[in-house]
């Protein structure tokens, strides 16, 4: 099987920031800044935002980093958002394409079961069949896209049980097996250390840095011993501490700051590019650290590359099986899948909550607009067991329908401008009070 042209490592990607409409202004006026990378999904190809047009023209590269492939999922990549990413990296000009190794959707065809959608990036389990469906899934991406695809490491509130090889291990394997270049998060190293008790260090020794695409730096937060990678705070000494390790490593050919909410002045944003500058420019020595041997249980490379799969292949399903179990107790309220630890998985279920309310905030600001106060309580209540169906302009449609059905906001002038909102997206009148009263007998009941 073809794959896509690799990236050279003489690609020099640079110093750059992760590039948000909210502070692509300031972008634009900082200096030094070689590169930038765009949330894939929020470009059109056809429109590009002007600011993306001008940082172009004035020779800075721009980079499509995209969140909702799902190259973890049980399933193939889905062939219209594979079309749709290598239309906005023919569109930017871009050297490569990046994704995350992550699932973000589980159900479907392949558990016969209904289809979840994450809203999130969630972790795939170490495993030989998470590998193997992987690296299927990362040959199909690379053979449609233009350029070459680098993928992330993400993040992890949880853990999953009987995992078989380490993070560092698992990276290795997919390089080998697929030549896709990484993109390696030192926030989220530090995100797994803390709260998955894996070291940075022996990660970054168990991994091939001779295939980092670049680096990505993040700041976070810790709350009751867990670590919340928010992209929302200041990046933290630790995590910096993570980049020198990695610098004493490799020389990475690109290192970006990725901010998402809460954006700071310019000039924080300029302090923490030149504390990312420094960082790179003094690496500290190499510790002294035996060779980590893998598992028994772990790959080798007698294993060779994973044989082309039918839609029946057994690893797909048992992967499947175990996603949507997962993604069910995160959304759907259902118990949680056997090994898992309880407490953590509320812990993920609430951030998933929490990062759909402040999504769905953002695609619908007349929602918090129209219930005040009231709107975060009201729109976690009604995600606990109401996974969405469609991407977030339709999760504000059902959270707003939702009220309605139960008469709400109390306040009736909220809710006659809750009601012609809803109607002016809808495309349809709201549900008449014998309808919304149906609705919740036939929910009571299913809920049984």
């Given at each position: 099987m073809s794959h896509a042209p690799q990236l050279g490592n003489a690609h020099r990607l640079g110093i750059g920031i992760g590039w948000r409409p909210e502070i692509a202004e300031a972008v634009e006026a900082l200096p030094g800044i070689d590169w930038v990378e765009a949330v894939a999904e929020n470009v059109c190809p056809d429109h590009l935002p002007d600011s993306l047009v001008r940082l172009r023209a004035r020779g800075v590269t721009v980079v499509p980093h995209g969140v909702s492939l799902g190259l973890g999922g049980a399933g193939r990549p889905d062939t219209k958002r594979l079309t749709d990413l290598a239309e906005r990296a023919e569109a930017l000009g871009s050297p490569?394409?990046?994704?995350?190794?992550?699932?973000?959707?589980?159900?479907?065809?392949?558990?016969?079961?209904?289809?979840?959608?994450?809203?999130?990036?969630?972790?795939?389990?170490?495993?030989?069949?998470?590998?193997?469906?992987?690296?299927?899934?990362?040959?199909?991406?690379?053979?449609?896209?233009?350029?070459?695809?680098?993928?992330?490491?993400?993040?992890?509130?949880?853990?999953?049980?009987?995992?078989?090889?380490t993070e560092g291990q698992f990276l290795a394997e997919l390089v080998e097996r697929t030549g896709v270049r990484l993109l390696i998060d030192v926030a989220n190293l530090h995100t797994n250390h803390v709260n998955r008790g894996e070291d940075p260090a022996t990660a970054l020794d168990q991994l091939p840095v001779e295939a980092i695409a670049y680096v990505h730096v993040a700041g976070g937060i810790e709350r009751d011993g867990v670590w919340h990678d928010t992209h929302a705070h200041p990046v933290s000494e630790p995590v910096l501490a993570v980049l020198a390790e990695l610098r004493s490593r490799v020389s990475p050919p690109g290192v970006l700051l990725e901010r998402d909410d809460n954006f700071p002045p310019p000039a924080e944003l300029s302090a923490e590019l030149t504390t990312i500058r420094e960082t790179l420019r003094?690496?500290?020595?190499?510790?002294?650290?035996?060779?980590?041997?893998?598992?028994?249980?772990?790959?080798?490379?007698?294993?060779?590359?994973?044989?082309?799969?039918?839609t029946t292949d057994p690893a797909r399903q048992r992967l499947a099986l175990a996603q949507a179990s997962l993604l069910s107790a995160l959304v759907a309220g259902t118990p949680a899948p056997e090994g898992f630890d309880s407490r953590r998985l509320g812990v993920q279920s609430r951030a998933l909550g929490a990062k759909r309310a402040e999504v769905v905030a953002k695609v619908a600001p007349e929602l918090p607009r129209i219930l005040g106060g009231g709107y975060r309580a009201a729109f976690l209540a009604y995600a606990k067991s109401r996974p969405m169906r469609g991407g977030y302009r339709r999760d504000a449609l059902d959270f707003a329908e939702h009220l309605l059905i139960g008469d709400l906001p109390e306040d009736p002038a909220a809710r006659r401008e809750l009601t012609q909102w809803w109607r002016d997206r809808a495309g349809a009148r709201p549900p008449s009070r014998a309808v919304r009263i149906a609705r919740v007998a036939r929910a009571v009941l299913v809920g049984r």
């Open positions: 490569l394409v990046t994704e995350h190794i992550a699932f973000v959707r589980a159900g479907g065809p392949l558990t016969a079961s209904p289809a979840l959608e994450a809203g999130h990036l969630l972790p795939v389990p170490r495993t030989k069949d998470a590998l193997r469906v992987l690296c299927e899934n990362v040959r199909i991406a690379q053979d449609c896209l233009p350029v070459p695809l680098a993928v992330e490491n993400i993040a992890a509130l949880i853990n999953w049980p009987d995992e078989e090889m003094t690496p500290g020595p190499r510790p002294v650290r035996g060779t980590s041997a893998a598992p028994e249980s772990g790959p080798s490379r007698q294993d060779g590359p994973a044989a082309p799969t039918t």
